[in-house]
């Protein structure tokens, strides 16, 4: 399984953004896709997950609302769109996937997932 992310970059604060990651190596019908992030000096946190059977998502509080994961069956490809960005969203995002079709529980915690892409730098300034 591989993963690509890809689609960081700069923007203003209120401003939006789309990551995206490309998926490989298998068919993913029954997989749990997500987004993790990492700041300088900080654990990797959960931001968004997408079970790719049934379409089932879940989000951490800090961005429910403004941020969407969503898929493209045909691409294997999951997006995460980014609006009204804030500067504490500067991180280095992470595309993760695991096996299965986690729960909420489990789906937050990043020893749930098998694999994991190269991160993508998302920088926000104010």
């Known amino acids: 399984v591989q993963l690509q992310a890809y689609g960081g970059g700069l923007v203003q604060a209120g401003g939006s953004l789309r990551l995206s990651c490309a998926a490989s190596?298998?068919?993913?019908?029954?997989?749990?896709m997500a987004w993790f992030r990492q700041a300088p000096g900080k654990e990797r946190e959960f931001v968004a997950a997408?079970?790719?059977?049934?379409?089932?998502?879940y989000y951490a509080d800090s961005v429910k609302g403004r941020f969407t994961i969503s898929r493209d069956n045909a691409k294997n490809t999951v997006y995460l769109q980014m609006n009204s960005l804030k500067p504490q969203d500067t991180a280095v995002y992470y595309c993760a996937a695991a096996r299965g079709s986690l729960i909420m529980s489990t789906a937050y915690t990043k020893e749930s997932y098998d694999y994991w892409g190269r991160g993508t730098q998302v920088t926000v300034s104010s």
């Open positions: 190596g298998r068919t993913f019908s029954s997989y749990t």
């Open positions: 997408l079970r790719w059977s049934g379409g089932t998502t």
